[in-house]
């Protein structure tokens, strides 16, 4: 019998959408990228929970290519699922919809429970990116993983060059929550 102790530890970082979800999974233990992707959602135009159910299948899919191996091999496996937190700003900041928010808090709920998360968190932008500019933060991302040049290789980015962010973005979350992504202190001589 395998003890809930001796589980393989995987974190499923998101960068939720309803139409597409920037997807990282890390290794808890070692604090390594498995894979990372954004699978799209086939509704392109539902909203509500059909969409957030699709959205939340593709995600499952994804994930499932890398879990089932592991299932299959006899080992137990904890998911955990951390995720960017949507966030209402002030009109001035505010961009879309803030309706649309509720779309994403959706789907990160069926994402969770379509993978039997055994735990969930979630963060704000501000306190896993700061107050970077995106194209900064994707940098320092990648610098990272340039730290195991391996983990470049499990990065699947989309076609549109301006999604590629809700990739590194979900990579950025999961280094987070490992602990590799905060700033290098440099210390004079």
Not at 12 to 31: H, K, M, N, T, Y
Not at 67 to 88: F, I, M
Not at 105 to 133: H, I, M, N
Not at 158 to 181: C, E, T, Y
Request: charge should be positive; aromatic fraction near 4%.
């Amino acid at each position: 019998m395998t003890s809930t102790s001796t589980a393989r530890q995987l974190l499923v970082a998101l960068d939720p959408g309803l139409r597409e979800c920037g997807v990282a999974i890390f290794d808890l233990d070692s604090g390594e990228l498995l894979a990372a992707g954004m699978p799209t959602n086939p509704e392109r135009k539902a909203r509500g929970l059909p969409a957030w159910s699709r959205m939340a299948d593709g995600v499952a899919a994804f994930v499932s290519s890398l879990l089932e191996p592991l299932r299959a091999a006899g080992g137990a496996v904890s998911v955990t699922v951390a995720s960017e937190c949507p966030q209402v700003y002030t009109a001035g900041k505010s961009k879309g919809d803030p309706n649309d928010l509720i779309e994403l808090a959706g789907v990160v709920g069926r994402v969770a429970g379509a993978l039997g998360a055994t735990s969930e968190r979630s963060y704000l932008p501000r306190e896993w990116k700061g107050t970077l500019d995106g194209d900064v933060m994707v940098e320092r991302i990648k610098a990272r993983l340039g730290e195991r040049p391996h983990e470049h290789l499990r990065v699947q980015l989309p076609r549109a060059q301006d999604k590629h962010h809700n990739v590194w973005d979900a990579i950025g979350i999961g280094l987070h929550v490992v602990g590799r992504l905060a700033p290098r202190k440099v210390f004079p001589r």
